[in-house]
């Protein structure tokens, strides 16, 4: 998949707010990601921020919480190919 969304409220308004994963083709084997957040202003997605130190395929598992969310992608572990990561890494992104 080269995008995937998650939705679920991080201000605490009660609206369901974003987070993008957005992967692209950097024309060798592997391909470039750009992760962003956004706020749901009545009903209008509003972009916030893109988020740097979050890495990783298959994102899964978002919980939004007020303030953050914590969602987990596969990283590579030892022995794994460079195609086919294994290893779980959940992060927590401060939405602040």
């Excluded at 979050?54 to 990283?75: K, S």
Aim: charged residues 15%.
């Amino acid at each position: 998949e080269p995008a995937s969304i998650f939705y679920g409220d991080f201000t605490g308004d009660g609206a369901a707010d974003a987070l993008t994963f957005i992967y692209f083709d950097t024309g060798g084997s592997s391909a470039g990601l750009n992760i962003g957040l956004f706020r749901n202003e009545g009903g209008h997605m509003i972009f916030v921020r893109t988020i740097d130190d979050v890495y990783g395929q298959e994102p899964r598992d978002a919980a939004f919480t007020q303030g953050r969310i914590t969602i987990t992608t596969l990283m590579p572990g030892p022995g794994d190919a460079h195609c086919c990561p294994t290893h779980p890494q959940q992060w927590t992104i401060n939405t602040n």
